[in-house]
């Protein structure tokens, strides 16, 4: 009931910046919890941002605490990553999810994006 659909990733260099944002469809967003998650090579999936659609509540996993910034775009009923002083730590795959329950976990979630890639090199 809900489709997400992310955009914006690619290659950057160490140090630099990505915009990336998520389209999500199908059904109102007032109800739900709106995260991103991102997957390294040989590592599992990791909570790195996460918001209430309405009413903030806005959680950072810590090694990116002051250097990303989510935030929601009403008009647009997307949600956005601001990501800033990027390190090769933040490769990896990116995935917008959204659930119903203020959660760190995959299994919180409920509704995917396809991922994104994003690759910072040295």
């Known amino acids: 009931q809900v489709q997400l659909v992310e955009s914006g990733g690619g290659l950057v260099q160490d140090g630099g910046s990505l915009r990336l944002s998520c389209a999500a469809s199908?059904?109102?967003?007032?109800?739900?919890?709106l995260a991103w998650f991102r997957q390294a090579p040989g590592k599992e999936r990791g909570f790195v941002a996460g918001?209430?659609?309405?009413?903030?509540?806005?959680d950072y996993t810590d090694s990116v605490k002051g250097r990303f910034t989510i935030s929601n775009d009403n008009a647009k009923n997307s949600v956005i990553l601001e990501m800033n002083s990027l390190t090769p730590e933040d490769t990896g795959v990116y995935y917008c999810?959204?659930?119903?329950?203020?959660?760190?976990?995959?299994?919180?979630?409920?509704?995917w994006g396809q991922g994104i890639q994003v690759t910072v090199s040295s």
């Open positions: 199908g059904r109102t967003l007032n109800s739900y919890r």
């Open positions: 918001l209430n659609w309405f009413g903030g509540l806005i």
């Open positions: 999810a959204a659930g119903r329950r203020h959660s760190t976990t995959s299994n919180g979630y409920d509704y």
